[in-house]
């Protein structure tokens, strides 16, 4: 195994871990009370989902670089945009953040999706083929993206509508209308990928 693909391996079985605790965090804050509330997910979660994130960045530089196949534009969207969410929205709007149910519905799509895309990829690393987990890769984004989309756009909206400056309410709403053409755009890439990858079973 090359020095690249043991970097890979081990960088996708650490996301997949973070990611993985994540899904299991929410479920279990969501079932530790018999009232289940948003505001048992947000102290708990979100500084390691804020984190978790944000290592991601490197993603971009994988894909900038070659060391993996991944196009650079989709990329450096969805990781830049998931990126503002956690900086800009969730840690610097607490309050509507944490009582949103939006809130845990978005650590849901988000770690379940990429749960299941690290450990696909660590997967490929290790040479070890799962037919299951490739279809759950290429077939999970169909009802969670929309679930995800849906709870960062919302989310961003409540923190337009919290916020005293006029600056930072106006780049929000102007993000959010930028948000329908571009999860069309990333929902249809995603479609592509589904039908090429799946093709080649």
């Known amino acids: 195994m090359t020095i690249q693909s043991t970097y890979l391996l081990l960088y996708n079985t650490l996301s997949f871990t973070l990611w993985l605790r994540i899904l299991l965090g929410v479920i279990t804050a ?15 979660l979100e500084p390691q989902t804020r984190w978790t ?13 070659g060391l993996t196949r991944a196009p650079v534009r ?6 830049f945009t998931r990126c503002v969410q956690v900086w800009a929205v969730n840690y610097q709007y607490p309050e509507p953040t944490a009582s949103s149910p939006a809130y845990p519905a978005l650590l849901l799509a988000w ?11 660590g997967l490929l690393q290790a040479g070890i083929r ?6 759950l890769r290429y077939s999970l984004f169909i009802v969670l993206y929309p ?4 709870s960062e756009w919302w989310l961003m909206y409540k923190a337009a509508a919290a916020t005293v400056n006029p600056i930072g ?5 102007f993000c959010l209308a930028l948000y329908v053409p ?11 990928q589904r039908r090429k990858a799946l093709e080649r079973e």
């Open 30 to 44: 969501l079932l530790s009370s018999p009232h289940p509330s948003p505001n048992n997910v947000y102290p708990h």
């Open 53 to 65: 994130q944000t290592l991601a960045i490197v993603e971009i530089l994988h894909a900038a670089t």
């Open 74 to 79: 989709p990329t450096f969207t969805q990781i």
């Open 111 to 121: 770690s379940a999706a990429d749960a299941v895309r690290y450990a696909y990829f």
């Open 130 to 135: 799962v037919d299951f987990v490739k279809w």
């Open 147 to 150: 679930v995800g989309i849906g």
């Open 169 to 173: 309410a106006a780049v929000f709403y």
């Open 182 to 192: 571009g999860a069309f755009k990333m929902y249809s890439y995603m479609l592509k």
